[in-house]
């Protein structure tokens, strides 16, 4: 019998609390009262454990729930469903993290990539990485791949589709990928260093399956995809379907529960196979804070068993003039993401592209 | 050029809460300042517009923003992208409604049942229905479908899986549902009245793919599935490819606390295909108001073009002695789901559960 342990974040009374978690560990198993529960071994092997409980102050408790993963097995969306599936519905729970047995993770897979592949994709050695967006929507293929090769002369490591591009009659899928991967690679033999296009994908599993096929056959190596806009495990059967492509996972749609981002973005997108994570970074337009920031960081990055390192990427409003402030912060396992205030440059645009390429390197 | 629109609610100051309107605007749209878009055909075409601001008190607005249905498209993952993508970040923001053009809701579709089909398939007249789960998970496939029989010798409409059965390994998937499928239809035959059971559906697309196939081929009528823990995208195209399945929606993981329940689970699951909606019954172990349940119901069951209506099911730690309150607040359009309770009553489950279904036909 394996368990993983589930830490939740839970607002209560401490004469409450005891009880409080006890609901809380049959909500997220069986879904009866214990009275209900009559046969021994659902009691002792498949009803979750209240591991731990403690204060945290502001009329919070730390509970740690021992769930089993016979329950979970080893499928995405059970997983979740065992995790946060009922208690998403409760306003007093967030979920903040969890701890999966080592077998467990090892069959989610993870990262096929990970900050290795990435590197080698780029042909960066150590350094920190540039990455920029194809905006704004509404734009043609023609102009977005324009931009794209002025982005990829310029040197940036890799440039991906806005996340609201997706097949829209102003850049329909096939033309757009086509186009600005053509500028990417055209770019790229020209400047001698490599630029990666990551086209958006979004869609139904068919719609998704199909833009990934296309993709790999016009010489993409990454995509643009977010999980949670598209399922967890929607995301997660990709993955393991097109081996051959690296993932850089958007946060789109990932705000709408109480669930920690930094175990959302940083963790469990790497599970579940990212090889890169954005996210919005402290000081953007964004909420998050400095330390959940660095927190989703080292999710990202730290050892954990056999699941590679996935590369941190703050995004969000961000600003040249931080560059070194952020390398500071983040170090050198990193791709900054700077988007509208690159646009914002108008016919400065190229001049502005290279100044972030040169603050990067010379950082 | 067609516009949806979407309301959202945002906590401000007044003195902000129009540059606040106007970047969410920016944010669903094209994601740049707007000084960086120079093609006029974008602003005026493709940047969402402020419709309307306007106060809601406790220092929140009511902001409806104009978004492109080019934008959007009728692909459900890139709707939900532009509705609450980025601003699901952004905790001062909420999702209250949306009002698509009726040539896009069309395009969705809508339950291929709805609550005509869902009688019809039961063969209950206008009456209220029924329904239980089976539950604790843990349990064997022959103790399941033994509940199951009971159940529906009892009487009770629909008996569902409880929505934490996957493919566990003390009740795989296809024994479960070969298991309770036949205990439902002996029973049935036994009592002369039809009783549904809705094995739950839970997976990646592929695995989806396979379980609605067998379900259909052992006769089963409806499906148990929740749309948030499986995809938005996901659950559509799955209604999409089984059109001679029945749909019932559950809201695991859909706690979005900045999404209205109302129209999410109302109003999106409807649009989506759920042929009936499981919520969170206000007085129950979850924390939705009678304000909330009502609007949430008559967002499922209201005239809408083409779009038939779905039954709502109202759940989560109800009880016996709340039936005649429960009929006279939803009407006879409404499906009860009484699970744990009915449980509790161990060796008197059947006569418990006869009493249930003459409570609600005689209310």
């Known amino acids: 019998m394996a368990w993983l342990s589930a830490t939740y974040s839970i607002a209560s009374t401490a004469a409450d609390i005891r009880r409080r978690a006890e609901a809380l560990a049959l909500e997220q198993s069986v879904e009866v009262p214990l009275e209900a529960v009559v046969d021994p071994r659902i009691r002792g092997e498949v009803v979750a454990r209240v591991q731990e409980v403690e204060p945290e102050g502001d009329g919070r408790f730390r509970v740690v729930l021992g769930i089993a993963t016979e329950t979970t097995g080893p499928e995405v969306a059970q997983l979740v469903n065992m995790l946060f599936g009922n208690c998403s519905l409760q306003e007093d729970v967030r979920l903040m993290d969890v701890d999966l047995p080592p077998s467990v993770a090892a069959r989610m897979g993870g990262p096929g990539g990970g900050i290795e592949g990435l590197r080698a994709a780029i042909g960066a050695g150590r350094r920190a990485l540039t990455a920029t967006a194809l905006k704004p929507q509404g734009s043609s293929p023609a102009e977005l791949a ?23 009659r102003y850049a329909p899928f096939e033309q757009r990928v086509a186009a600005c991967q053509r500028a990417a690679q055209e770019a790229s033999a020209q400047s001698g260093r490599t630029t990666l296009y990551a086209p958006s994908l979004v869609g139904g599993p068919t719609a998704l399956h199909r833009q990934a096929e296309f993709a790999l056959e016009r010489g993409v190596r ?11 495990a929607t995301f ?25 981002p930094v175990w959302l973005f940083g963790r469990f997108f790497r599970l579940l196979g990212a090889d890169a994570v954005i996210f919005p970074n402290h000081g953007g337009r964004f909420s998050y804070s400095a330390q959940e920031c ?47 205030a690159l646009l914002g440059a108008g016919m400065r645009l190229a001049e502005r592209s290279r100044e972030f390429v040169e603050k990067v390197a010379g950082a």
């Open 146 to 168: 324009e931009l794209c090769r002025t982005f990829a002369l310029a040197g940036i490591d890799l440039v991906k589709d806005d996340h609201g591009l997706a097949d829209q």
């Open 222 to 232: 990454i995509v643009l995809i977010a999980p949670m806009l598209v399922g967890l």
């Open 294 to 340: 660095a927190g989703l960081a080292e999710a990202a990055r730290c050892p954990w068993g056999s699941i590679r390192p996935a590369l941190p990427v703050p995004a969000g409003g961000m600003t040249l003039d931080r560059v070194d402030e952020l390398l500071e912060f983040y170090g050198d396992d990193v791709m900054l993401l700077i988007g509208g």
């Open 236 to 260: 997660h059967e990709l993955v393991e379907t097109f081996p051959d492509l690296l993932f850089l996972a958007h946060p789109a749609f990932g705000g709408t529960s109480r669930i920690s």
